[in-house]
Structure formats: C-alpha cells, structure tokens
C-alpha cells in the first residue's frame, strides 16, 4: 500500500529557526499532502501538492515535491512555539499516512 | 475549511461492552468517510472506507464484525466498537471527504477510548 515516510522522527530546533521535514513514499501518486497533528487531537490540513507541481507556498510554509526520488519535503520558516507538534505526509485518496516527525520548538 | 466532528470526544468503557463513535460533516454531504486508530505516539492507521449507502470496505487485518460501519447518510456515519477490550483502547479520529474538493478530506478531532 502506498505510504510516506517522514525523516526525521524527531526534531528540535530553537524558536525562530526553520524547520525541514521530508517524507519518502513508494509508489505513483496524484497528490500529497502535509497535515499537523497536536498532542492527542485531531489533524489540521496544511497544504497539498499535486503530482505534476513542484513547490508550493502557504504562509510560513514551503512544500516542494519531487516524483521523480519519490520525495517532498515540508519547510516551517521562522519557527513559533506554537508550530511544536507532529507533522504526516499522506499519499492520495486513501490518505495513507506515515509515521509522523515530532516536532519540538524550543522557547 | 470544511467541518467534521466526533461524538463523544472520549469513552471510558467496561470490557465486553459496545462502544458506538459517530462522524458527521457539517457543512457538506460527504459521499466517502474514513476511519483511523491511532496509538500513543504512533502514526494514523486506516481501518476502513465507509460509503454512504453500501458496505464500508475494510483494511487487511480489521475485523469487520468487531468494527461495525454504518453509513446511513451523506453526513453521518458510525463505528461501534463491540465487545471491547482494553487492546482496543485508542484514540480514532475520522475524515469526510467533500467531493467538491475532489482530494482533500477533512478530519473529526478524534475519539479517546479507554476500555477498563
């Protein structure tokens, strides 16, 4: 089944700094999308790149795919305390989600 | 955005009783919702496809007698939970998709269940 899988795990990094999340996945796919969770509630949609787009920008966020290495990335430009929780790639219509990466915003 | 809620927001249950969670968007009819589980600390899992009007379909290793699926309306759908165990409790969240909006889906804020 088609999945992403997000590198790092986990991370932290201190308040104002950019924070780069990247996720692999196995097959073709038409879309991909990034989704925040917070600590034991529900996920918040973030942004979602088509198959034949190669970045795209969304506030503090930047998403850039490469389907060609299977691969997107996710950038959280000048971090904000409140940025701190997991973060899921999810491949197509099923949504298939990967593991996730904590992240940690340092104050 | 799009709006889907839970109810409950969290069950504290016996062991070997029924649990029934429901979905609902609120503001669109949603053709296709979907169930996850998710345990502490790990990734969402996709236990079915439920479609308004026919049999949800189940991921490989989900039990479909214990997870029943009822998708009754374009706005609701249910998962029952029976005879739960504590290995069932989870956190299960849910998503709508809204067909206007062909790829997106939008997620209920999840259901705690603790199983004693």
């Known amino acids: 089944s088609q999945q992403g899988e997000e590198d790092p795990q986990a991370l932290s990094i201190q308040e104002g700094e950019n924070a780069t999340m990247n996720c692999s996945y196995k097959t073709s796919i038409n879309n991909l999308q990034w989704y925040r969770q917070n600590s034991g509630r529900g996920l918040v949609h973030l942004i979602l790149?088509?198959?034949?787009?190669r970045e795209k920008h969304s506030g503090r966020l930047r998403v850039t795919l490469d389907t060609s290495k299977k691969s997107s990335s996710l950038l959280i430009t000048a971090s904000r305390a409140a940025d701190t929780a997991s973060y899921f790639c999810a491949t197509d219509d099923k949504i298939i989600f990967g593991k996730g990466t904590r992240l940690h915003i340092l104050p | 955005g799009a709006v889907v809620s839970q109810h409950p927001s969290w069950v504290i249950c016996k062991s070997g009783t029924s649990v029934k969670i429901e979905c609902r968007s609120l503001?669109?009819?949603?053709?296709?919702m979907f169930w996850y589980r998710q345990f502490p600390k790990q990734s969402l899992m996709l236990m079915a496809t439920?479609?308004?009007?026919?049999?949800?379909?189940?991921e490989q290793g989900v039990e479909k007698d214990k997870f029943l699926i009822n998708h009754a309306s374009l706005t609701l759908s249910t998962l029952t939970v029976t005879s739960a165990h504590p290995e069932d409790s989870s956190f299960y969240i849910c998503?709508?998709?809204?067909?206007?909006?062909?790829?997106?889906?939008?997620f209920g804020p999840g259901t705690r269940l603790t199983v004693t």
């Open positions: 790149i088509r198959s034949n787009e």
């Open positions: 503001d669109f009819q949603a053709t296709t």
């Open positions: 439920s479609n308004e009007g026919s049999k949800a379909t189940y």
């Open positions: 998503s709508a998709r809204d067909p206007a909006r062909t790829y997106e889906q939008y």
